[in-house]
């Protein structure tokens, strides 16, 4: 996937077709909807931008939507695995423009035929816990005068008794 092209923004592929057409791109995105059809699995992603290495990057920002479909003859992507919000890097071949809806208003989408497909595992949310109750890793709780004089952790010294 050397030859692939990553950088090239979707407005460019809408703008000149025919200079992207069979040109392999590999592009990041989060999946708004996956249909089977019959010409394939089809999905619709929202563009995220990627990292050289194919991660994606938060930006809070989009080029827009795109289409990946995956040829029958290829396979089936299920539904309910590749779900809205799944992230997925794609490289796939740039076929065509193809005209949609996004609600009510008319959308031309770069159709890619898929080569690669891989599915991010989902994120969850957790919490970290901090340690003990004053502070938190790596900052553990010290506190010089925390033992008695008298008790220690380890064995008091050896004192031996005087003779009588």
């Known amino acids: 996937m050397k030859q692939a092209l990553q950088d090239v923004p979707l407005s460019a592929v809408r703008q000149a077709p025919a200079a992207y057409a069979g040109k392999i791109f590999i592009l990041g995105?989060?999946?708004?909807?996956?249909?089977?059809?019959?010409k394939g699995s089809l999905i619709e992603a929202l563009s995220l931008p990627i990292d050289s290495y194919g991660y994606l990057k938060y930006q809070g920002s989009s080029e827009g939507r795109?289409?990946?479909?995956?040829?029958?003859?290829?396979?089936?992507?299920?539904?309910?695995?590749?779900?809205?919000?799944?992230?997925?890097t794609?490289?796939?071949?740039?076929?065509?423009?193809?005209?949609?809806?996004?609600?009510?208003?008319?959308?031309?989408?770069?159709?890619?035929?898929?080569?690669?497909?891989?599915?991010w595992q989902e994120?969850?949310?957790?919490?970290?816990?901090?340690?003990?109750?004053?502070?938190?890793?790596?900052?553990?709780?010290?506190d010089p005068w925390y033992y008695d004089p008298w008790?220690?952790?380890?064995?008091?010294?050896?004192w031996p008794s005087p003779r009588r």
């Open 29 to 38: 995105g989060m999946i708004v909807e996956t249909r089977v059809t019959a």
């Open 66 to 88: 795109y289409l990946a479909l995956l040829p029958t003859e290829k396979g089936m992507l299920d539904p309910a695995i590749f779900a809205k919000g799944r992230e997925i």
């Open 90 to 119: 794609v490289a796939g071949e740039f076929r065509e423009l193809r005209k949609g809806k996004i609600d009510e208003v008319e959308y031309v989408y770069p159709l890619f035929e898929i080569r690669e497909l891989y599915l």
């Open 123 to 142: 994120r969850r949310d957790y919490y970290a816990y901090p340690g003990y109750p004053w502070y938190g890793y790596p900052y553990w709780y010290y």
């Open 151 to 158: 008790w220690r952790p380890y064995p008091p010294p050896y």
